[in-house]
């Protein structure tokens, strides 16, 4: 039986894997409630080596009716391209995207009101149809295409602005064979994966006792398609499934995990 606490996380340690810059605020939730909190990012977050060029280019924004920005990172590396200007019609994927814009002086026209992924951005009627309309669309290098397709075949003319890149990261000497250490004395209980690249290249980094540990861990995911994705790369145990990859839901899914344990 798991120990006893005022604090309802104690006695649980939580790996999270989000990349450094982005971390803070989900280890902080997890240790106010009594966590152990392990970190290993599994994907780097840095300037995409062509954003100057990219952001002189497009400085002036001729004629785009919409920018959407995909994510915070988008925000971080691309806000930019706004100028300061406050006319324009601006879409976000996520409430941590809209959050970063309106923190950064800019007023969001189109966001889902509820989710976080490019599925329930493409819901808003907004975005329905926009026949003829010039969309840009500020992201990173690579990942999902969907929105991408999705708003060319309803009618738009889609440019692609990548500002940042994701990259796989490289652990320091040692860190996976510690990581393995504590998992085999029982102190990692969840690994908290906030996107199916993140625990893709997670898994990759660990090769023999380390990946077996990983394959029968518990992970927490932000949507039932990367919960899929989870099971899907061999993980063998259910994945509890939070409602959004924002820090406090991705808190509540594991207390609710915490509460149905004998116990608890």
Same mark, same amino acid.
């Given at each position: ?80 391209? *706004? &100028? +300061? =200007?406050?006319?324009?019609?601006? !879409? @976000? ?6 959050? %970063?814009?309106?923190?950064? #002086? ?44 999705? *708003? &060319? +075949? =309803?009618?738009?003319?889609?440019? !692609? @602005? ?6 796989? %990261?490289?652990?320091?000497? #040692? ?45 927490? &995911? ?43």
């Amino acid at each position: 039986m798991l120990p006893t606490s005022p604090l309802p996380l104690a006695g649980i340690g939580v790996l999270v894997t989000r990349p450094e810059q982005q971390a803070g605020g989900l280890c902080r939730l997890l240790e106010s409630q009594g966590a152990a909190v392990y970190r290993l990012p599994a994907m780097s977050i840095r300037e995409h080596p062509k954003r100057r060029e990219l952001l002189a280019r497009l400085k002036t924004l001729p004629g785009f009716d919409l920018i959407v920005f995909i994510s915070a990172n988008a925000v971080r590396y691309g806000a930019e391209i *706004l &100028a +300061q =200007r406050r006319d324009l019609a601006i !879409a @976000a994927v996520g409430p941590a995207t809209a959050r %970063a814009l309106n923190q950064a #002086g800019y007023r969001v026209s189109i966001a889902s009101s509820e989710g976080f992924d490019s599925e329930h951005l493409l819901a808003h009627p907004r975005l329905a149809s926009l026949h003829g309309q010039r969309v840009l669309l500020v992201k990173g290098s690579g990942g999902r295409d969907l929105l991408e397709q999705q *708003l &060319a +075949q =309803r009618g738009a003319q889609v440019e !692609a @602005a990548p500002v940042y890149e994701r990259r796989p %990261a490289t652990p320091a000497p #040692g860190t996976l064979l510690e990581l393995e250490r504590r998992f085999e004395a029982g102190e990692i209980h969840l690994i908290s994966a906030t996107s199916l690249e993140i625990a893709g290249n997670l898994l990759a980094l660990a090769q023999g006792a380390l990946r077996d540990q990983f394959e029968r861990a518990l992970w927490v &995911a932000p949507s039932a398609r990367v919960a899929q994705g989870i099971a899907d790369l061999g993980v063998r145990q259910p994945v509890i499934q939070s409602r959004s990859a924002e820090d406090q839901e991705l808190l509540n899914a594991i207390l609710r995990w915490r509460s149905t344990l004998s116990g608890a």
